[in-house]
């Protein structure tokens, strides 16, 4: 009886992707997240999709899995503040990041899809009319433009 290499469970797959004649093109992954999902990954050969798998779940593990793909930027800042900012920053601090996502932020990002996100689209987005206006301070409040615009650089 020979003996032959087997993963262990929770380790994810790996299996070839073979074209019509049966060649094999290329490898494919797969992976239960923690909230019983099943993610794929591709790579050209098996050793890459093995390397991709291993680095993917454990993104996964430290929580940084999800999908980029239908992902729209409103989504994104929604689950920010929801776990990132809520239990890390004081009651008031917390309401300004809502405010600033919520009235600035979502109105002119919020659609965009996560994964399309480009350079250009915070470019209109900080010099469009709207976006000036709404920034134009209060008597008050002098501070919010530069802090939104600090903000928008990290």
């Known amino acids: 009886m020979g ?4 993963s262990g469970n929770g380790t994810g797959t790996v299996y070839p992707r073979r074209n019509k004649e049966g060649r094999i093109t290329g490898y494919r992954g797969s992976y239960f997240t ?3 999902r099943r993610r794929y990954l591709s790579a050209k ?3 890459e999709a093995r390397r991709a798998l291993r680095k993917a779940m454990a993104d996964a593990d430290r929580g940084l899995i999800f999908d980029a793909d239908s992902l729209k930027v409103g989504e994104c800042l929604d689950r920010w503040l929801a776990d990132s900012v809520s239990d890390t920053v004081k009651a008031t601090t917390f309401e300004r990041y809502e405010q600033i996502t919520r009235i600035h932020l979502k109105p002119t990002l919020g659609r965009v899809k996560l994964k399309a996100l480009t350079p250009a689209h915070m470019s209109a987005a900080s010099t469009a009319r709207s976006w000036r206006r709404d920034l134009r ?3 008050s409040a002098t501070f919010t433009p530069r802090y ?3 903000s928008n650089r990290r």
Not at 3 to 6: D, F, L, P, R, Y
């Open 3 to 6: 003996t032959s290499k087997q």
């Open 34 to 36: 923690s909230d019983g």
């Open 45 to 47: 050969t098996k050793t």
């Open 137 to 139: 301070p209060a008597p």
């Open 148 to 150: 939104i615009r600090l």
